[in-house]
C-alpha cells in the first residue's frame, strides 16, 4: 500500500489500541472513505476484549486540518453526515478514548477529538472549529458537545469566528485536559494509558454513561457490579498491597 495514502492507521498493543489519521498530503484531512470507515473500524475495535483504551492521534506533527475541502464541493451535506456518524461511533466508543494532539487539529479534527474522553496535547497544537469560514450549519449534536466542553462562550467565540486558539486558552478553557511540552506528549501518552488500561473497565464504563448525562442505566450498572468480581478483587489487592487483576469487560454500548 502506498504510504502517501489517505488512510486510518490501527494497530493493538498491550490492551491499547491506536488509530492514526494518515492522509500527509493534506495535513491528515478526512476523506469522504475515511470517514466512512471509522465506525466500522471502531466497531471492530470495540468488540476486541483486549482493548481496554483507545487512543486517537494524527501522523507526523498534525493531527487533523479538518474534511477534505474536496469532499464538501462533491456534497456538503453527505460529507457533514458522514463527520457526525464517525463522531458518535467515536463519542460511543464503550472504553477511555484518548485523543493525542499535534500541530492543527481543526474543523472535522476539532469534532474527533472533543467526542473523545480526553484530549492532551503538545505546546504548539492550534484549535479551531471553522464552520462558519464555509457557510457550513454545525451539526446540533457537536455544538452541544463542545458546549458541554468549553460552555457557550467559548463555543460561541470558536463557531462565530472560525479563529484559531493556542493549547494555553485550549487548556484554561477545558478543550484540552493536559498540555506537554514539545517532545513529551508520546511519553506521557504512552504513561497514563498504561494506568487506563490497569484499571477497572466496570467503573470507567459506568461513569463514562453517567458523565454523558444518561439516566436510565443505573439499575443496569448496580446489576453488572453484583455480578462481577472487580469489587472483591480490587479491595484485596489494596489490602494485600498488590496490583488488582481486574477481570469485567464491557460490551458495545446500546
Known amino acids: 500500500m502506498d504510504r502517501t495514502e489517505p488512510r486510518l492507521i490501527t494497530s493493538v498493543e498491550r490492551g491499547v489500541a491506536t488509530v492514526v489519521i494518515s492522509n500527509p498530503a493534506k495535513r491528515n484531512a478526512m476523506t469522504t472513505a475515511m470517514w466512512r470507515s471509522l465506525p466500522e473500524l471502531l466497531e471492530g475495535l470495540a468488540a476486541d476484549p483486549e482493548v481496554r483504551v483507545l487512543v486517537l492521534?494524527?501522523?507526523?506533527?498534525?493531527?487533523?486540518?479538518?474534511?477534505?475541502?474536496?469532499?464538501?464541493?462533491?456534497?456538503a451535506s453527505t460529507a457533514q453526515g458522514l463527520a457526525v456518524e464517525a463522531e458518535e461511533a467515536l463519542a460511543a466508543f464503550p472504553r477511555p478514548t484518548l485523543a493525542a494532539v499535534r500541530g492543527y487539529c481543526v474543523g472535522g479534527g476539532g469534532q474527533l477529538a472533543a467526542a473523545c474522553d480526553l484530549r492532551f496535547a503538545e505546546e504548539g497544537a492550534?484549535?479551531?472549529?471553522?464552520?462558519?469560514?464555509?457557510g457550513i450549519v454545525y451539526a446540533a449534536s457537536s455544538t452541544r458537545r463542545l458546549v458541554a466542553l468549553v460552555g457557550p462562550g467559548t463555543a460561541k467565540h470558536l463557531l462565530f469566528s472560525g479563529e484559531l486558539i493556542d493549547t494555553e486558552r485550549a487548556l484554561r478553557t477545558g478543550l484540552v485536559d493536559e498540555v506537554l511540552p514539545p517532545g513529551g506528549l508520546d511519553k506521557?501518552?504512552?504513561?497514563?494509558?498504561?494506568?487506563?488500561?490497569?484499571?477497572?473497565?466496570?467503573?470507567?464504563?459506568?461513569?463514562?454513561?453517567?458523565?454523558?448525562?444518561?439516566?436510565?442505566r443505573d439499575a443496569h450498572w448496580a446489576a453488572e457490579a453484583r455480578g462481577s468480581t472487580d469489587t472483591a478483587e480490587g479491595v484485596a489487592a489494596f489490602l494485600e498491597r498488590r496490583a488488582p487483576r481486574f477481570t469485567y469487560t464491557t460490551a458495545p454500548t446500546r
Not at 492521534?57 to 462533491?74: K, P, Q, Y
Not at 492550534?126 to 464555509?134: C, D, I, N, Q, W
Not at 494509558?193 to 467503573?203: G, H, I, K
Request: hydrophobic fraction near 35%; charged fraction near 25%.
Open 188 to 216: 506521557r501518552v504512552e504513561e497514563y494509558v498504561r494506568v487506563l488500561a490497569s484499571r477497572s473497565q466496570l467503573t470507567q464504563a459506568s461513569a463514562k454513561e453517567f458523565a454523558a448525562g444518561r439516566t436510565d
Open 126 to 134: 492550534s484549535f479551531g472549529v471553522t464552520p462558519a469560514k464555509l
Open 57 to 75: 492521534t494524527g501522523a507526523g506533527d498534525t493531527f487533523c486540518a479538518g474534511a477534505d475541502i474536496s469532499t464538501l464541493r462533491e456534497n
